[in-house]
Structures are given as structure tokens and as C-alpha cells.
């Protein structure tokens, strides 16, 4: 527990300093800026790194140019990533050239090209294209265990042996599920429904509607995990920002599952990371 706690010492602290930032930039001049652009099911983020890689900047928009982790609105995708771009530019006093993206494990054969063009698009220089897991353990630096990305579209699964991604997997569970059932409990409509998951004052109320498809979640986890020695789980993605969703994996699975501070900033913060000036 004790390796736990101070790997996530690093990285609450990265995500309290980036909430921070969002709110109020740091102008103070940095020699070259480094972008992190995570496209969402849910949300468009960027985080912006200075040469030292620490947070002054970041913007994040709802948006549904991407569906189970492919983009869908190309055009929607470049204007919004282009729109806070802009926005972030005019709050730091500079231009921001550098960025990298990132993709849902085992989907890069099909979809890099589309979220490359989207950033090149929105007038970046694109320096790097990872995947999504990797990109979040450049800010968890776990080294043995199994990292659950829950997004909007999709449950992403990346096994860590010595630090090293060994397993990746991605299948059509997340948010997006989670809101159509509170819709179809609630009648209410989906947009209605989202809003209302959002809502943190609504969390214990609706885990037990919810709990179903978390379970559906752990069992997913549980079967691309059976044939490894896993011992922990390590939770990010915006979805898992919903109160106790820790708590029905850890007892589904058998196994402890871990949630930073505001999982949904983890992705960006280390796609961020690992932006360079070495353009692709």
C-alpha cells in the first residue's frame, strides 16, 4: 500500500496543480510549450506543460466528435481542439506548437491517422501518438498491475509487467452505458441523464441503479485479466470520477482498485508528458 500511496503522491499532486492552472493560467514565459490533446467520448482536454514539463495551462470542453473511441466529427473535432487552442493561446501570451494525442489500446491501425489529422488540423505540430494507458502511467509510474481506463465510450485494459505495457484491450462499455440506463430508470432523455451522472451530489443515489453495468465493468476487467498475475487495479477515465465505482470492482474482482484524485485529467496530463519537439 505504501508504493501506492506515493505513486499517487505524484500524481494528485500533477492533477491538484492542473485543476489549478485550468482556473488560472501561468504567464510566466516558458521557452517552448508542450500540449496534451486527449479526445474524449465525453470531453475534449488539453493540458499544457511548460519546458519543465509542469502544468500552466488547460481548457476542457464537452463534445461528441468521438464514439467508442473513434472520431465521428472530424470537422467538429479540428474547430473545438482549434477553439481552445486559441482560447489557451490568448490566456498564455504565446503560441503552442508542440503536441501529442493519444488512442484507446489496439485501435491504432484503425483510427491514429484520423486523431493525427485532427491535431495537425487544429494547427498543432504533432510530436507523438501514444496509447492511452501508456500515456496515463507516465503519471501513475506503476510498474506491475493492470490500468482500467473507463471513458465514455469504452473500457480500455492495459496490463503493466516492470513498467512495460505487456496486454492491451478495449471493448464498448463506459459512461455512454452508464447513461442510457440512468435514462431508461429515470425517464428522462440521455442529455438529461448525463447531466445528472455528472452531479456528484447524485452519486450515492445512483450507485445501486448503476451498479449493474460497474459489474458488467468488473467482469470485463476480471476476463482480460484471468490469464495474469495481477494483484491491483488502477482506475482512470472520466467515468470513474463516479463516487464508489472503486468499491464494486474491488469487491467484483477480488482484487484492490485504486482511484487517483479527478481520474479524468490523468490521460491528458500524461499524453502531455509525452510531448516533444521532435516532430512525427
Keep these: 500500500m505504501e508504493t501506492v500511496n506515493s505513486a499517487f503522491q505524484y500524481c494528485d499532486q500533477l492533477v491538484r496543480d492542473f485543476e489549478k492552472v485550468i482556473e488560472a493560467p501561468i504567464v510566466t514565459k516558458s521557452s517552448v510549450y508542450y500540449t496534451g490533446v486527449d479526445l474524449g467520448t465525453a470531453y475534449i482536454v488539453l493540458a499544457v506543460l511548460d519546458e519543465n514539463y509542469q502544468p500552466v495551462a488547460g481548457a ?19 474547430r473545438i481542439v482549434k477553439e481552445l487552442k486559441q482560447e489557451l493561446e490568448q490566456k498564455l501570451g504565446a503560441e503552442l506548437i508542440y503536441a501529442a494525442a493519444a488512442l484507446p489500446p ?18 498543432f505540430e504533432i510530436t507523438n501518438v501514444l496509447d ?3 500515456a496515463a502511467n507516465a503519471v501513475l509510474k506503476i510498474q506491475d498491475g493492470v490500468i482500467v481506463d473507463i471513458g465514455g465510450g469504452t473500457t480500455g485494459i492495459a496490463i503493466l509487467k516492470d513498467g512495460k505495457v505487456i496486454y492491451v484491450a478495449d471493448e464498448p462499455t463506459g459512461g ?5 440506463v440512468l435514462a431508461g430508470a429515470y425517464k428522462m432523455s440521455f442529455d438529461d441523464a ?3 451522472k455528472r452531479d456528484f451530489k447524485n452519486h450515492r443515489e445512483l450507485i445501486p441503479v448503476l451498479r449493474p453495468v460497474i ?15 495481477v494483484k491491483e487495479i488502477y482506475l482512470v ?16 474482482t477480488n482484487l484492490p482498485t485504486y482511484k487517483p484524485q479527478n481520474p479524468m485529467f490523468v490521460t491528458p496530463l500524461g499524453i502531455a508528458l509525452n510531448c516533444t519537439q521532435e516532430i512525427l
Design 215 to 229: 459489474e458488467k465493468v468488473s467482469s470485463i476487467i476480471s476476463r482480460h485479466i484471468r490469464e495474469y498475475p
Design 60 to 78: 476542457y470542453r464537452f463534445a461528441h466528435v468521438v464514439k467508442d473511441g473513434m472520431v465521428v466529427d472530424y470537422i467538429g473535432a479540428i
Design 194 to 196: 448525463d447531466q445528472y
Design 106 to 123: 489496439g485501435t491504432d491501425s484503425l483510427d491514429s491517422g484520423a486523431i493525427k489529422h485532427v491535431v495537425q488540423g487544429a494547427g
Design 132 to 134: 492511452e494507458p501508456t
Design 237 to 252: 477515465g472520466g467515468t470513474c470520477c463516479l463516487n464508489g465505482i472503486e468499491d464494486i470492482i474491488t469487491k467484483q
Design 176 to 180: 455512454t452505458h452508464f447513461s442510457l
